[in-house]
């Protein structure tokens, strides 16, 4: 039995996803944005330990760390919540793509325990991403969709490089028909979170795999410079600077 952490796990991937790993008999910690998120979950899934953290704002991502640590350290973290058509700023003046996004993952994965296994929801969209990440050191840098789905594959190929112990990967589910996807979207909803499954569960040697882009359990064609070295460092560098970990 595997001890996993999914965040933005009240709704749509994530909460299909815990209750698949739930259901083959994994701890499963899950978290909610807020306390009321937090109720509707809870009604769901009574018996679930359930952390509370709004993921756009730097302190509380750094709160949830603390609070996960306490819990212990996890077999495995899955990445997935996500924002997609949000604009403005977050109370730290950032862009809210690019703190939910991709400055929550980052700080959770230095924060926390490192677990076996990390998974980072990414998308197909990151292959229009902007792969220009020092832009990020400019003051009123902004930033779509597309480049924190990158940002979130370039952290992935990081982690898995920095830490070889560790198997780190990155996950496009597809566009599938959840809140965010749409009811019309194509793609098949279950086969958008078996991945994400099979990756944390850690059940199949198959899954003992690091640095990948995958899609339904198959290596997909990715952005490549997120191979690149410097680009990811830079990445590092710019989250260390902009969150202050």
Known sequence: MAKIFITGSTDGLGLLT????????????????????????????PDQQILIADLSSINECKALAERGNQIGTFDA????????????????????LFAVNTLAPYILTTLMHLPNRLIYLSSQMHLSGNANVSKLSKENFSTSYSDTKLHDLILAKAVARKHPEVYSNAVDPGWVPTKM?????????????????????????????????LHHKRPATYHEMADDELIQDTLLEQCKRISGV
Not at 192 to 205: F, R, S
């Open 18 to 45: 815990a209750k698949a790993l739930l259901k083959q008999g994994h701890e499963v910690t899950l978290h909610a944005r807020n306390q009321d998120r937090k109720n509707i979950l809870q009604h769901q899934l």
């Open 77 to 96: 973290i899955i990445h997935n919540a996500g924002v997609y058509q949000v604009s403005g700023n977050t109370e730290d003046n950032l862009p809210i």
């Open 181 to 213: 996807g749409g009811k019309n979207a194509p793609d098949n909803l279950q086969k958008g979170y078996e991945t994400q499954v099979w990756l944390a569960a850690g059940t199949d040697q198959s899954a003992n795999i690091t640095g990948q882009y």
